[in-house]
């Protein structure tokens, strides 16, 4: 009877742990947050921490001390889609 008894609360634990694993992967709301530069047209470009909810921005915030200026003759290297697509 003790030994029944342990091994139904083993297979129960397993089941409880599995179900309840399954519930928190299958409720992500897809929130993530990246840096990112944004520059001016001045070329003096600042470091942002972008937070998204999927496609949707849900904050912009400039980091402290993570800036550059550039020359006048400076480019952005990249792609024109990449310097305004936030939470894509």
């Known amino acids: 009877m003790t030994l029944l008894t342990f091994l139904l609360l083993i297979?129960?634990?397993?089941?409880?742990?599995?179900?309840i694993t399954g519930k928190v992967i299958g409720n992500i709301?897809?929130?993530?947050?990246?840096?990112?530069?944004i520059c001016n047209e001045s070329?003096?470009?600042?470091?942002?921490?972008?937070?998204?909810?999927?496609?949707?921005v849900i904050s912009i915030v400039p980091l402290t001390g993570a800036v550059?200026?550039?020359?006048e003759?400076?480019?952005?290297?990249?792609?024109?889609?990449?310097?305004t697509k936030f939470c894509d």
């Open 29 to 37: 709301d897809n929130n993530y947050s990246y840096t990112k530069a």
């Open 11 to 19: 297979i129960g634990f397993f089941l409880l742990n599995n179900t």
């Open 73 to 83: 003759d400076w480019e952005d290297p990249r792609a024109n889609n990449e310097i």
């Open 43 to 56: 070329k003096y470009c600042q470091d942002h921490e972008i937070k998204c909810q999927g496609k949707n």
């Open 68 to 71: 550059a200026q550039f020359s």
